[in-house]
């Protein structure tokens, strides 16, 4: 495989395909006059062609919110997207229609994100229809999809539930590769799947990458996948970006206490390694109990 | 933009072909639409099949019984019943089918707007809706009626108009319900139009409940529209079915059979539209009907009792030489019956056991049988499972023995909650938000132990606190959504170890917690366990969780036990091809940016 060797070189690409500058995202809140709820602070990304940026935090910290914002589905209150040069924070509906060639989404759940009375054909169609394209053109680019995915051909008339998970979410990627787009927002798209599934589904987003040259917003809570897939990583915790930096720095020698308790929360699958990881982390939670503590002292 | 189109009608058509197979299958739905069908037909072909004009009056043949030219007799002013029946179809058929569509044509576009877009229009739309509703139908039908004079077709209108805040609310429920799934998100992200993302994603999931509540409509237009005819409010010049029923009413004494007919026809279209109903949500909803057919007949009761308490001396004595296991599974099969006769193996020869202190691990992916596998031994097995084959031992004594087909409630429940305790996996849904965490605690801890509420409440407290809960006191008062989900998974292991049971069962314990929280949790389960020495059944897919707390392992695959052994010899050196195909898919440890599959080993 002479291939295995090919990325992280994405660096040195010049431009930046996706620009996020000091965004804020809030939604207001049911109660009349009440405060509206922040959900996104201060987001500053950028992504370049061909490359991954991982973003990996808990629940609640927002990550699934910057990857909706991106795509127009969450409310920017302050900041910029810039997509290939252009603001694309409040674009219309027409301006998104354009926007959908170069920017695509797979979500997390494969059950709820296919239209259940839908065939695999229709759904795989549809943004080729909203561009304009013939029945028959759009058939034949559904036909080299499904190839591309590694589904069989005969899923063009078939329904989502005939599918299992894993399938479902290479229908999903198949659909968000429809228009060959330059950017796909991954909002965590391998988490419902099992183990195997989920190491078949990460080969084929890598596959894809190094064939077509997309970039990945990659949304995940796990730090192994995002170490696994991404070329640069950023660490959100109660919607801000607190570290951000080269994957192998980020995942590996993190500098930001979350991130350093999150790296020693992963448990590893073999008993002394994972013995020696606990106490390490014990150590730590010490250690930043302990700084935490002095700093309250000196202020 | 015709392709989307043509697509979407083809996909329907599928659905919908489907769904008509089952009505027709369905005895009622059949029997309903041959009769809506005879009464269309009737209303259709009225011209031919009626001899005379409705309305055309033989003063001299008034109240003639059936004969060769009246088939069904003349009225009191002599006009033929039957052909009178007939247009009377055409007119009572056409105007409920008026009403419900001024209601749909009202409720349907205002409700998928109101649903999709939600806002001002929604508000407003709702307070509509609300006045509409507390007025008081009758008595508006009758203002009309004064008003505009005595026509069907604008009784029929108004009614319909006040017939519309059921199919706006419905469909608002229906739009609501879908609007945020992901393929809406993911038809916007491609830029579809509103109007087409309406068109081809939310007005499927309207169309079935609109054609059910369609039947009902017409129905009660039916009823309503002969209702006000027969009080005499209809125009006499316009036969219907409800201006027969009047007039048969005044010459009842005369000729009961002028009343017969048109009640007939009243009654068979009204019931026809209703169980068309019926059948059309039952085949929207076939999955529940074999469900309900598949509850297998419970074992007769008078029999079994004794039989079973003669079991329970029997099975006292289990293999010698396997009374120390804390719990002893062998060759156990659990199966779930079909409609068709057939048992579908979900736990297939299965066999391990589990010693006091120790922590075995049961790992599988989705659909492995694990989870069968270990409420089995808790007992809490669907009604409609079945041991297919195996036994279950707890500390010596039977649970499930050989032979038995069910698990045995009488010997489980005696353990549950005392010596065997569980912690599920979704800590959130099995705290009960209508009671406050201590409580939750305390009445088990009465009821199992026999202690006072003052006793149980000071060993909640300091559970809550040995679980690692900063201030006990808040928490006892706390109700479940005040606290977050690690908190909540604390207070449920506190729970399964309030009566101090022998072996904990913990079904994914850390699957729906933060990977930082997962740790903690973790850290408290192995605290706990070694310092009551309990036993652990621990059922996860992790391994990384499973090489933090197990001793032993199980693997598991399609309800099958691939391979067992200690914690270290299965991790690092996997004999079985599936094994090393699990381990083989973690990310721990592997070359970033690198395939994980082998060519050729892909599923």
């Not at chain 1, 509206?36 to 991982?54: H, Q």
């Not at chain 2, 922590?359 to 031994?377: N, R, W």
Request: aromatic share 4%.
């Amino acid at each position: 495989m002479a291939q295995a060797t090919a990325p992280r070189h994405a660096q040195s690409a010049g431009e930046n395909l996706l620009t996020v500058d000091s965004l804020v995202v809030e939604y207001p809140t049911k109660h009349f006059r009440a405060k509206p709820f922040r959900a996104l602070t201060d987001i500053n990304i950028s992504i370049k062609p061909g490359e991954t940026l991982g973003l990996v935090g808990e629940s609640g910290s927002g990550k699934t919110t910057l990857g909706r914002a991106v795509l127009g589905l969450a409310p920017v209150t302050a900041g910029t997207v810039t997509f290939e040069g252009n603001d694309i924070s409040h674009a219309t509906r027409k301006q998104r229609r354009e926007l959908s060639r170069d920017l695509q989404v797979v979500f997390q759940d494969p059950y709820t994100s296919l239209n259940p009375s839908m065939e695999i054909g229709s759904i795989l169609a549809e943004p080729l229809g909203v561009q304009g394209q013939s029945p028959a053109q759009a058939r034949a680019r559904v036909k080299e999809l499904l190839d591309q995915v590694g589904l069989p051909s005969d899923a063009i008339n078939r329904l989502p539930r005939e599918f299992s998970g894993g399938q479902r979410q290479r229908v999903a990627i198949a659909r968000a590769l429809a228009l060959s787009p330059k950017l796909i927002v991954c909002d965590e798209p391998v988490s419902a799947l099992d183990l195997t599934t989920q190491a078949v589904v990460l080969d084929l987003f890598l596959q894809i990458q190094r064939d077509t040259g997309v970039s990945y917003l990659f949304v995940s809570h796990d730090l192994d996948v995002v170490r696994h897939i991404s070329h640069r990583v950023a660490v959100m915790y109660h919607g801000e970006i607190v570290e951000q930096g080269p994957a192998d720095q980020v995942t590996v020698a993190p500098e930001h206490p979350y991130t350093q308790r999150l790296l020693l929360a992963s448990p590893v699958p073999d008993p002394d390694r994972q013995e020696q990881r606990r106490a390490d982390r014990h150590r730590l939670l010490e250690l930043q109990r302990q700084t935490t503590e002095q700093a309250g002292v000196a202020v | 933009m015709s392709q989307p189109a043509a697509a979407s009608g083809q996909t329907g058509t599928v659905v919908r072909s489907r769904v008509i197979t089952r009505i027709l299958k369905n005895p009622l739905g059949i029997t309903a639409i041959a009769i809506l069908s005879l009464m269309i037909l009737m209303a259709v072909l009225a011209n031919v099949l009626a001899p005379f004009d409705p309305n055309f009056a033989n003063i001299g043949k008034t109240l003639a019984s059936p004969d060769a030219s009246n088939l069904l007799g003349t009225d009191s002013v002599g006009r033929d019943v039957w052909s009178r029946l007939v247009f009377g179809a055409r007119t009572t058929l056409l105007s409920a089918l008026l009403c419900a569509t001024v209601a749909i044509v009202i409720g349907l576009p205002t409700g998928l707007i109101a649903g999709y877009y939600g806002g001002k229009f929604d508000a407003v739309a709702n307070w509509v809706v609300n006045i509409l509703m507390s007025l008081p139908g009758i008595i508006v039908l009758l203002t009309v009626r004064a008003a505009f004079g005595p026509s069907v077709w604008i009784s029929m209108v108004a009614f319909g108009v006040l017939l519309s805040p059921g199919y706006f609310r419905l469909t608002r429920t229906s739009v609501q319900a879908v609007r945020n799934e992901l393929y809406v998100d993911a038809a916007r992200v491609a830029g579809l139009s509103d109007g087409s993302i309406i068109a081809r994603h939310i007005f499927s999931v309207v169309r079935a409940p609109i054609i059910i509540q369609t039947a009902m409509v017409c129905g009660i237009a039916i009823a309503i529209q002969s209702g006000l005819e027969f009080l005499g409010l209809g125009d006499p010049t316009v036969a219907t079915w409800g201006v027969m029923l009047s007039e048969g009413f005044k010459n009842v004494y005369l000729n009961p059979t002028l009343l017969l007919w048109p009640a007939l026809a009243i009654g068979l279209s009204i019931g026809g539209l209703v169980l068309l109903g019926n059948a059309v949500r039952d085949a929207l909803e076939d999955g529940v009907k074999i469900k309900a057919r598949k509850a297998a007949p419970a074992p007769a009761a008078g029999g079994a009792a004794p039989a079973s308490r003669a079991d329970r001396r029997k099975v006292a004595t289990v293999d010698a030489g396997t009374e120390h296991h804390l719990v002893k599974v062998s060759h156990l099969g659990v199966g779930y019956p079909q409609a068709d006769g057939s048992v579908k193996k979900v736990v297939d020869d299965v066999s391990f056991h589990l010693d006091r202190g120790e922590v075995l691990g049961i790992v599988g992916e989705s659909g492995s049988g694990k989870s069968q596998t270990a409420f089995s031994i808790l007992g809490l097995l669907p009604d409609n499972a079945r041991i297919v084959a195996g036994c279950i031992q707890f500390d010596g004594n039977y649970t499930v023995a050989p032979g038995d087909d069910v698990v045995s409630q009488g010997r489980v429940s005696s353990l549950r909650g005392k010596r065997i305790s569980y912690i599920p996996q979704e800590p959130m849904s099995n705290l009960d938000p209508a009671f406050t965490i201590g409580y939750q605690l305390v009445t088990p801890m009465m009821r199992v132990l026999g202690i006072s509420k003052a006793e149980a409440t000071s060993r909640a407290m300091k559970l809550l606190a040995d679980v690692g809960i900063v201030s006990p006191e808040r928490t006892f008062k706390a109700y479940p959504h005040e606290v977050s989900g690690g908190m909540a998974q604390r207070v449920l292991i506190a729970g399964a170890i309030s009566c101090e049971p022998d072996l904990i069962i913990a079904d994914e314990p850390t699957t729906a917690l933060d990977v930082t929280v997962q740790a903690d949790v973790l850290d408290l389960i192995r605290d706990l366990q070694k310092r009551l020495g309990v036993g652990v059944l621990l059922v996860t897919h992790n391994f990384g969780v499973v090489s933090d707390l197990c001793d032993r392992v199980v693997v598991m695959q399609n309800g099958r036990l691939v391979e067992e052994g200690p914690v270290r010899e299965i991790l690092r050196n996997p004999s079985d091809p599936y094994t090393q195909k699990l381990l083989g898919s973690m990310l721990e440890g592997k070359e970033p940016m690198t395939m994980l599959v082998p060519a050729g080993m892909e599923a």
